[in-house]
């Protein structure tokens, strides 16, 4: 095949594509003229505008909708057209990229070819028309961004956190489509907007595996979901409201290669300097510039690989030519424009010799306002900072970090699930441990509606005799103590009490000096090394002495004290029948039968830390936060709980307690019909959520 074949190819593909997205999406200019002047669609329709006149051709129907606005006309409408035509008579404006559809407008356009009239493009004179918007403009606009940001936060990031976590294998086609449904349904991702009022703006882009395309024709393919180790993950996702556009687009990465971060780090400078130069009186050629300046100085390297436009205008049309951010756009920039602030870098060579991961892409956008005094990002609450979209599932470096942390206090290191997201032994194990959830939540939501329909908030254990905590307290302040003996168990029978000697023999304490001290010094080290070997002594004492109490607990004298001994979960911190805090004030004893449900807070993939709310089976009683676990401690914390057959969920994001309770204690009833605490499990309410809004009634609380 010769150049000009293979050419001819290309044109063909590329204008099939162009017509194919305007097919779908409806981003004609003269559709929008007729949205924007009239707010209907009126295909087949001729509109000729004169120097005085309108002259409009159409059917009978149509007609009589016009009806009721030939006489508020010249009132209502204070926009001079005449200058889209032009005042010579001989000279007709026509949009010279549509190609007329329909028998009536293909008949027009050939009598106007075989005129005498001189045809004038008037396409960028309507871009200059919608330009800037009106106040119900950008309300139209900010709701389509809202959509859009919840579809991306809401939906779409904890589906890819799904997919990854549990190792699905999904095209990039099915994330589309299940994401275009989405946006039909605002309320699946809680947006109250009536799904009449909205549409797509374009079907959903997901790319990975080394295949990116930045242009807003890009379509997702058949391929699967790309998310090995050094993988980029491209999404973007558009919605309209009312006509009215919004976009946004967002970057995951996976196991970051440190070119990877550093390019991302930098993008997302270059994004934010293009949204600074957007600013009323500055022309739109500025923003290609400031986005270079950055680039330039902090890896010059990549800016060849800059894209060359920095996205468009927006409104009814979801890219506005006339308003195309640059080099050699000399518009000016007025208040109340809108803009997709669209930048990335492309074709990007990766460290990794996979084939899959060895060319990449980087792309940002977001959907901005330009108001008086401010540039206003509305598609901001989906966070594109590097800690909220990279991703670590690195074996081997998260199997290095528990192993140094074993080298310095002696403890037996507790692995995190995404360190063994690969090993299919623990997968297993995490699959029987969501179904042994399922079970546990299904008898405590039977447990708690017994409690509720009981009208009283008893604990559910069979000894009814047994003392609250609140009730147990030897000594009220710490002059009561009697004096210690160190190292040695003491028993007070007078305020019946039980003294040990606590310091040292628990895992989780560590030197917190030694962090502070320097690395070089051989004293230091020496006496931070006698200080580990003395916990692990200390340790292996307490161990001991725990084992040789068990085995005589066991023994028929002390079948009748109705007590249970208890010890520690081999390889945790955490003993069984209570959660303890014996290091470190506030001094803290929950004891498990207290405990209603756990809820384990700002879980995520890319977090350091989580907090952890305990829920007490008395309503009345505030709940207990337990704040900045590190994350390596989670799966612990879930075997622990389901061990004690304790029912746990996870949440995004902290949850107004005090106020779900209040709404649970008024309404119990509404709760238990809503499925009780299943309203906390939000990877299900996701999956059932289109088949239960239609059969479930779901209490609706405060989050």
């Known amino acids: 095949m010769s150049t000009k074949q293979i050419f001819g190819v290309l044109l063909m593909q590329l204008q099939l594509r162009v017509l194919h997205l305007q097919k779908i999406c409806g981003y004609l200019k003269s559709t929008a003229l007729n949205l924007w002047l009239l707010g209907f669609e009126f295909p087949e329709t001729i509109m000729v505008f004169m120097k005085k006149q309108i002259h409009i051709l159409c059917s009978q129907k149509k007609a009589s909708i016009l009806e009721s606005v030939k006489k508020s006309a010249r009132e209502a409408v204070d926009v001079d057209v005449q200058s889209l035509i032009g005042h010579d008579a001989s000279t007709v404006g026509y949009i010279s990229r549509e190609a007329p559809e329909g028998k009536l407008l293909e008949a027009w356009s050939d009598k106007l070819k075989n005129s005498n009239f001189h045809l004038s493009d008037v396409a960028n004179g309507l871009s200059i028309l919608f330009a800037v918007k009106s106040n119900e403009e950008l309300t139209s606009i900010k709701r389509a961004a809202y959509l859009t940001t919840s579809?991306?936060?809401?939906?779409?990031?904890?589906?890819?956190?799904?997919?990854?976590?549990?190792?699905?294998?999904?095209?990039?086609s099915t994330l589309m489509e299940?994401?275009?449904?989405?946006?039909?349904?605002?309320?699946?991702?809680?947006?109250?907007?009536?799904?009449?009022?909205?549409d797509i703006c374009y079907p959903p882009i997901f790319q990975s595996g080394g295949e990116f395309d930045l242009r807003p024709s890009a379509v997702s393919n058949d391929e699967l979901l790309h998310y090995d180790s050094?993988?980029?993950?491209?999404?973007?996702?558009?919605?309209?409201?009312?006509?009215?556009?919004?976009?946004?687009?967002?970057?995951?990465?996976i196991d970051a290669e440190p070119l990877q971060s550093k390019a991302y780090e930098v993008l997302l400078k270059a994004h934010e300097a293009v949204i600074g130069s957007l600013k009323p009186g500055n022309k739109l050629s500025a923003a290609i510039p400031a986005a270079v300046s950055i680039v330039e100085k902090d890896a010059p390297d990549l800016v060849s690989n800059l894209t060359k436009s920095a996205g468009t205008g927006i409104g009814i049309e979801f890219?506005?030519?006339?308003?195309?951010?640059?080099?050699?756009?000399?518009?000016?920039?007025?208040?109340?424009?809108?803009?997709?602030?669209?930048?990335?870098?492309?074709?990007?060579?990766?460290?990794?010799?996979?084939?899959?991961?060895?060319?990449?892409?980087?792309?940002?956008?977001?959907?901005?306002?330009?108001?008086?005094?401010?540039?206003?990002?509305v598609t901001s609450m989906s966070s594109k900072a590097l800690k909220d979209?990279?991703?670590?599932?690195?074996?081997?470096?998260?199997?290095?970090?528990?192993?140094?942390k074993a080298d310095t206090n002696g403890a037996e290191p507790v692995i995190s699930k995404t360190t063994l997201r690969s090993d299919n032994h623990e997968i297993s194990k995490e699959e029987l441990r969501r179904q042994h959830q399922a079970e546990l939540?299904?008898?405590?939501?039977?447990?708690?509606?017994?409690?509720?329909?009981?009208?009283?908030?008893?604990?559910?254990?069979?000894?009814?005799?047994?003392?609250?905590?609140?009730?147990?307290?030897?000594?009220?302040n710490i002059n009561d103590l009697p004096p210690p003996r160190e190292m040695m168990i003491q028993i007070d029978q007078k305020n019946e009490a039980v003294l040990l000697p606590i310091n040292g023999s628990m895992d989780m304490v560590q030197n917190v000096g030694g962090g502070k001290r320097s690395a070089y010094d051989p004293d230091e080290l020496e006496e931070e090394q006698r200080e580990r070997e003395r916990k692990n002594k200390i340790n292996v004492e307490f161990q001991s002495f725990v084992n040789r109490v068990n085995d005589l607990w066991g023994q028929p004298q002390f079948n009748g004290l109705d007590l249970e001994f208890d010890q520690p979960l081999r390889g945790t911190w955490l003993p069984w029948a209570c959660l303890v805090e014996l290091i470190e004030t506030p001094f803290l004893v929950v004891t498990l039968s207290e405990i209603e449900i756990v809820n384990l807070e700002r879980v995520g993939l890319g977090q350091t830390n989580f907090d952890m709310t305990i829920v007490f089976k008395d309503f009345k009683r505030d709940v207990l936060r337990i704040d900045s676990i590190p994350s390596t401690s989670l799966d612990g914390i879930k075997e622990w709980l389901g061990h004690n057959r304790h029912q746990y969920y996870e949440s995004r994001l902290n949850l107004n307690w005090?106020?779900?309770?209040?709404?649970?204690?008024?309404?119990?009833?509404?709760?238990?019909?809503?499925?009780?605490?299943?309203?906390?499990?939000?990877?299900?309410?996701?999956?059932?959520?289109?088949?239960?809004?239609?059969?479930?009634?779901?209490?609706?609380?405060?989050?």
């Open 151 to 172: 579809v991306m936060k809401n939906f779409v990031v904890s589906k890819l956190e799904n997919v990854i976590d549990e190792e699905k294998k999904v095209s990039h």
């Open 230 to 253: 050094a993988s980029v993950i491209i999404c973007a996702v558009g919605a309209r409201y009312k006509s009215y556009c919004s976009n946004i687009a967002r970057t995951f990465l």
């Open 178 to 198: 299940e994401t275009e449904k989405v946006i039909l349904e605002p309320s699946k991702v809680n947006c109250k907007l009536k799904a009449d009022n909205v």
């Open 441 to 476: 939540a299904r008898q405590k939501n039977e447990e708690t509606a017994r409690r509720l329909a009981g009208g009283g908030n008893e604990t559910g254990d069979n000894r009814s005799s047994v003392r609250t905590s609140a009730e147990l307290v030897a000594y009220k």
């Open 658 to 703: 005090r106020q779900i309770l209040k709404t649970i204690t008024d309404d119990p009833q509404s709760f238990i019909e809503g499925g009780g605490w299943e309203f906390l499990n939000w990877k299900l309410l996701i999956q059932n959520l289109r088949t239960q809004r239609s059969q479930t009634k779901v209490m609706a609380l405060p989050i």
């Open 319 to 377: 890219r506005e030519s006339g308003l195309n951010l640059n080099a050699k756009n000399e518009q000016i920039i007025k208040e109340g424009m809108v803009f997709n602030v669209s930048i990335g870098f492309q074709n990007l060579q990766s460290e990794k010799s996979k084939s899959k991961n060895k060319l990449f892409s980087l792309l940002l956008a977001d959907t901005v306002i330009i108001n008086k005094d401010k540039t206003e990002v």
């Open 389 to 404: 979209v990279a991703y670590s599932f690195n074996e081997e470096e998260e199997e290095e970090k528990p192993s140094r």
